[in-house]
């Protein structure tokens, strides 16, 4: 496993993380599978491990909080996030600070710890001023609840105003940016985002590295029975289509040169930036963690990135 830095902050989290959205508590309930699944990933050199208060409802919290205490504290990167709505009460969602507030304490007692090493404001919020959100953020570091705090999914514009109202005032700037970003979404990181994290020297930590598995060719000859395609037709429609099936399966003889997988080379594709700290991918199963722990320490020559591009189109 490689590390890296989220931008220039000096807490180092490993370039293939794990991420329990729609999976822990939510399509994985056995325990046991969810452990040797953490297992898997620890001994392998994972040692970020992302959540949000949203994942199952705070269920995916609760059951990663209890197998990850069987490792020592400080040798995890545990991170949560806070913005869409826990319930139907007026203030619970968004970014006031009532509600961050609120949701720290509610996740800190969800994973029975006394600190997350990372926080992320899970969307921007066009209701509540930056000062309310930069100074919320700032203070839960300056109290010892989280260790630093990030964004997901922010416009780039604003990146730079949290940036520049933090730094004028003497607050904790966000350190590190959660966007979407694969072989099949990628405009919007390599336009925009990379650009503003590079200025303001944060990190970028990405979602959904193997399109939410369509990279993996698993979706070669349509729907295998259980997987998230083939369960939820919301998802289905995000990648799933005749256009991308034709891209991955052209993939599969990149990857063969390269003696990988395609869910290898799709993530070792996305930490070619520089920039990039990790990407957090998912896995219902100890086997599909054990095929991605192959892509940490994989760098792609020139003409094998060339070649993707001329796939991708
Ligand atoms: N900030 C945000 O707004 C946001 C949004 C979404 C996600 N996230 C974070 O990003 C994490 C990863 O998202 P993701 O789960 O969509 O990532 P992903 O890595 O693109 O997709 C993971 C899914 O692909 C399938 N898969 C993985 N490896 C495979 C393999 N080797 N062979 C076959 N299938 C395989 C599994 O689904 P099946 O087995 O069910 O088919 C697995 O759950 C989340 O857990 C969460 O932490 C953040």
Request: aromatic content about 10%; some cysteine; overall charge negative.
């Amino acid at each position: 496993m490689r590390y890296r830095q989220l931008g220039k902050w000096g807490m180092k989290v490993s370039e293939i993380a794990l991420g329990a959205w729609v999976t822990y508590g939510d399509t994985v309930h056995d325990k046991e599978v969810i452990a040797e699944i953490v297992k898997i990933a620890y001994e392998g050199g994972v040692n970020f491990f992302d959540n949000a208060d949203i994942y199952a409802r705070g269920k995916a919290e609760e059951i990663m909080g209890e197998i990850l205490a069987d490792y020592p504290r400080h040798t995890l990167v545990l991170s949560s996030k806070t913005y869409w709505p826990m319930s139907k009460d007026v203030n619970d969602h968004g970014l006031s600070r009532k509600h961050i507030r609120e949701s720290i304490t509610k996740s800190l007692r969800r994973f029975d710890t006394d600190y997350l090493d990372l926080y992320f404001a899970h969307r921007y919020d066009q209701n509540v001023p930056m000062e309310e959100i930069v100074t919320s953020f700032s203070g839960l570091v300056d109290e010892g609840k989280i260790l630093y705090w990030g964004t997901s999914e922010w416009p780039a514009s604003r990146l730079a105003e949290a940036n520049t109202f933090a730094i004028a005032n003497g607050l904790h700037p966000p350190v590190v940016e959660q966007p979407q970003y694969s072989m099949l979404y990628r405009d919007r990181v390599e336009k925009r985002i990379l650009r503003e994290a590079e200025r303001f020297e944060m990190g970028v930590v990405v979602w959904s590295p193997l399109a939410m598995g369509m990279l993996t060719g698993k979706y070669d000859q349509g729907l295998p029975e259980g997987s998230r395609f083939s369960d939820d037709e919301e998802m289905r429609g995000y990648f799933f289509s005749e256009a991308n099936q034709a891209k991955v399966r052209a993939l599969k003889a990149v990857a063969d040169d390269m003696g990988l997988t395609r869910a290898q080379l799709s993530l070792a594709w996305v930490l070619r930036h520089t920039q990039m700290s990790c990407a957090i991918t998912g896995a219902t199963k100890p086997s599909q963690i054990d095929e991605s722990l192959g892509a940490a320490g994989v760098d792609l020559p020139e003409d094998v990135l060339d070649r993707i591009d001329e796939i991708l189109g």
